[in-house]
């Protein structure tokens, strides 16, 4: 394929000579609004026939081998220079098993245009491309896209349309017709479907079949790729026709990746079961197809389970790491208050004015004799309003065996005192926490 603004293209090995039964295809596409020129800047060295029918090369007005011939070249002549009327050439050189020569040097030059008349008139009305290995050609296709396009299929005049199928080298392709009615049978000028096999001349040998009577048999091509032509003129353009081509080995098939579809056809495991009928005696590729959709369908809902317990099981992971990361940190904040206020409550401790009294209880009166330990307390001399504040004082050890609550609040404390022999005290250990606790206070005798 050649899409640069000008080149140069030959025969296979020039300026040495081409070897027997060679041939080559050539397609140039130019861009919108521009034409094709080609040239020859040496003569040609092939071999001579009348009408080149052996060694030639042929350059048409289009992009298929049908499309309007431009000129047919052999011999030792110097072509002249010529021109496309649009923006597509198809050029195709081809060699026999007689006499060879070195071939031909060609160039060629994209050249725009504004002449209003330059359009794609050579061209089919439309061209589908088909890679897949079995699919559907129908006349509804046709129908469809001219209703888009808003042109009616009724109209006057010819239409053209082209399916090119394009497999890889080791298929070759069968059509099989499930439809074919054509409105004007027998009249090939009419109506017609052509199939081509390789390539898309209008010579007979690459012309396989045309279709322009009242039934279409099934054919097999040899090669990989094929042409669809449909051509038809007035009440012709309302022909309907649907056309299976499936891609195919010969036989013996390989069991690992063909099935016998017929004696000598194999086809893909994958053409199996896929709601298109492409063996010809019999439909054996659509055949024991619900046990095979269900095998196919569990297959499916596994891997669909298995990948829903993938996520399932990331979104879990995801979610206790979170959880994780959330009680680490609200751990840490809770160690950091908890340090905080252990340094809080130390230095309210070095703060904190106090007597000590290592025998005799600080408060008389106010409890039985304490057991054991070392006793601090501090009281503070009553206001004349009756309210007195108390900051801390401390003690150890237990009253009368039983614990002494504990409070860890170390707030400084307002109360009122209803009279002088009650004090309010806050009672604290050296390794206890504090609390406040309201004494009776006999003065000593």
Request: contains cysteine; negative net charge.
């Amino acid at each position: 394929m050649y899409e640069e603004m000008s080149g140069n293209f030959s025969s296979p090995y020039y300026p040495s000579a081409y070897i027997e039964n060679d041939e080559e295809e050539y397609l140039f596409i130019a861009p919108e609004n521009h034409i094709i020129q080609f040239s020859f800047p040496t003569p040609l060295d092939m071999e001579y026939s009348d009408n080149c029918k052996f060694d030639r090369l042929e350059i048409r007005d289009g992009r298929f081998g049908f499309s309007p011939l431009l000129g047919r070249f052999c011999g030792s002549g110097r072509p002249r220079s010529f021109r496309t009327t649009g923006r597509y050439a198809w050029a195709y050189f081809l060699a026999d098993t007689m006499i060879h020569g070195n071939g031909f040097h060609a160039f060629y030059e994209f050249i725009e245009t504004d002449d209003q008349s330059v359009s794609e008139l050579q061209e089919p009305d439309c061209v589908f491309s088909l890679y897949e290995k079995d699919g559907i050609i129908s006349s509804s296709e046709v129908h469809t896209l001219y209703n888009m396009t808003g042109f009616p299929i009724e109209a006057d005049g010819e239409l053209e349309c082209v399916w090119e199928i394009f497999l890889p080298d080791f298929y070759k392709i069968l059509f099989k017709f499930d439809v074919f009615n054509l409105r004007r049978p027998h009249s090939c000028t009419d109506n017609s479907i052509t199939l081509y096999e390789r390539v898309s001349s209008d010579d007979i040998s690459y012309q396989r079949v045309q279709y322009c009577s009242t039934s279409a048999p099934y054919v097999a091509m040899i090669t990989n790729l094929a042409y669809v032509r449909f051509k038809a003129k007035g009440v012709g353009r309302r022909s309907s026709f649907r056309i299976i081509y499936t891609a195919y080995r010969d036989a013996p098939c390989n069991e690992t990746l063909t099935f016998p579809c017929d004696d000598e056809i194999c086809l893909d495991k994958e053409l199996a079961c896929n709601g298109i009928v492409d063996c010809l005696k019999l439909p054996r590729d659509e055949q024991n197809c619900d046990a095979a959709q269900s095998k196919h369908f569990f297959e499916k809902v596994d891997t669909m389970l298995g990948c829903m317990i993938g996520v399932i099981s990331v979104v879990i992971v995801i979610t206790l790491c979170f959880v994780c990361r959330h009680s680490v940190l609200k751990t840490r904040k809770k160690a950091v208050l908890r340090e905080k206020e252990r340094k809080t409550n130390e230095q309210n401790f070095r703060n904190t004015s106090f007597l000590m009294d290592t025998d005799e209880d600080p408060i008389p009166g106010s409890r039985s004799r304490h057991q054991q330990g070392d006793y601090f307390a501090l009281t503070s001399n009553p206001v004349s309003n009756g309210i007195q504040t108390v900051q801390s004082a401390f003690t150890y050890e237990t009253m009368n065996g039983d614990p002494i609550p504990r409070d860890n609040n170390l707030t400084t404390m307002k109360k009122k005192i209803p009279n002088k022999s009650t004090h309010q005290v806050q009672l604290h250990g050296s390794d206890k926490p504090p609390r406040y606790e309201t004494l009776t206070y006999e003065p000593p005798i």
